[in-house]
C-alpha cells in the first residue's frame, strides 16, 4: 500500500478518511532538535531511523489532507521543566492556522501543572500529552495529582507514552499508570504505541478501566521487527472500540501507509478497521463524520 491509495481505501471502508491522534507539530526549533536526535540515533532509539516526512509545516499539513487524514493532533511533549508552556504556546497558535488539527498541549510534573493544565482545559484544549520515557518521570509523580485530578474531571484524553519502548526507562512500564487509576478512574487515557511492548498489560487495564484506551502507532509494522503475539491479536476485537489510529507522523522511517496496511493484515474485518480508523477517534473527540 502506498500513500497514494489512502483515500481510496477508507472510501472503500465507507468513512470520511483517517483519524489520526498520534501526529506531532511543533515549534522549529524543538523540531529540528528531534529530528537531529533521530538522524544521531539517540540512546532512546538505538538503531537507524530515517525520518521520511519533514519538510514545513504547511507542506507537511498538505500531505496529510493529500492522505484522506481528515483530522490529526499536534502533539509537542515537554522533557524538563518550564518549556511546556512554550510549546503550548505554539501549539495554541498552530490549531488557530490549521483547523483539521486538533488543539493539542504537554504538561510536566512541576509545581506550575496545577495551574496551567486547569487554565488550559477551561480554554478549550482538546488533547493533551505526555511523555513518561523522555521526560523521564513516572506517572504517579505527586506533582501530576492535580493535572490528573483536573482532567479526569474534565474528560479531556491525555495521550500518554508509557511503555517502555524502544527502551526502556526507570519510570516506564505500567505500574505507575495502573497506581493512577487506581486513584483517577474516569481518566481518559490513550495509551500511546499500543503499550509496546508492555501491550497485554496495557490491554489488562483497558480491561479494568473503560476509558483507557490504545492507539496503534508503530504497532505491527514490519519496522517493529517481531511477529505478532497472538494473544495480543485475539484481544483485539474484544477492545475494538477503544483502540485509536495513531502514526508517529511525520518522524516515522516508513511509508504512512505502511501503518494502515499493518493493521489491514491483522485481517480483524472492516468493522474493526472503520472504528480504529476513523469512528473511534471521531466518537472521543466529538468530531461529526
Do not use: C
Amino acid at each position: 500500500m502506498k500513500d497514494g491509495d489512502l483515500p481510496g481505501f477508507t472510501a472503500g471502508l465507507g468513512i470520511p478518511g483517517l483519524f489520526d491522534v498520534h501526529v506531532h507539530f511543533m515549534h522549529p526549533n524543538v523540531l529540528r532538535k528531534v529530528w537531529a536526535y533521530f538522524d544521531a540515533q539517540g540512546p532512546l532509539i538505538g538503531r537507524e531511523w530515517p525520518v521520511r516526512y519533514r519538510g514545513t509545516d504547511e507542506e507537511r499539513v498538505e500531505q496529510l489532507r493529500a492522505m484522506g487524514v481528515k483530522r490529526f493532533s499536534s502533539l509537542s511533549y515537554a522533557h524538563k521543566p518550564g518549556v511546556a508552556t512554550f510549546m503550548n504556546e505554539w501549539t495554541r497558535e498552530f490549531a488557530e492556522r490549521m483547523p483539521d488539527t486538533l488543539w493539542s498541549a504537554t504538561f510536566y510534573p512541576e509545581p506550575e501543572a496545577a495551574t496551567y493544565v486547569p487554565a488550559l482545559i477551561e480554554s478549550g484544549v482538546q488533547v493533551l500529552k505526555a511523555h513518561q520515557q523522555v521526560g523521564r518521570f513516572a506517572a504517579d509523580d505527586p506533582l501530576l495529582d492535580p493535572v490528573w485530578g483536573a482532567v479526569a474531571d474534565a474528560g479531556v484524553p491525555v495521550v500518554l507514552h508509557a511503555g517502555s519502548g524502544p527502551v526502556p526507562g526507570e519510570h516506564t512500564g505500567p505500574a505507575s499508570v495502573a497506581a493512577v487509576l487506581e486513584r483517577f478512574p474516569d481518566l481518559h487515557l490513550v495509551i500511546a504505541h499500543m503499550g509496546m511492548p508492555e501491550t497485554a498489560e496495557f490491554l489488562d487495564l483497558a480491561d479494568g478501566f473503560p476509558n483507557v484506551r490504545l492507539d496503534t502507532t508503530m504497532a505491527f509494522t514490519d519496522f517493529m521487527d517481531h511477529p505478532v503475539d497472538a494473544d495480543v491479536l485475539a484481544r483485539l476485537p474484544d477492545l475494538q472500540d477503544r483502540i485509536l489510529f495513531g502514526t508517529d507522523f511525520p518522524n516515522i522511517p516508513y511509508e504512512y501507509a505502511h501503518q494502515v496496511e499493518a493493521l489491514a493484515r491483522l485481517d480483524l474485518g472492516d468493522d474493526w478497521l472503520r472504528d480504529v480508523l476513523w469512528n473511534n477517534g471521531a466518537a472521543l473527540f466529538r468530531v461529526a463524520g
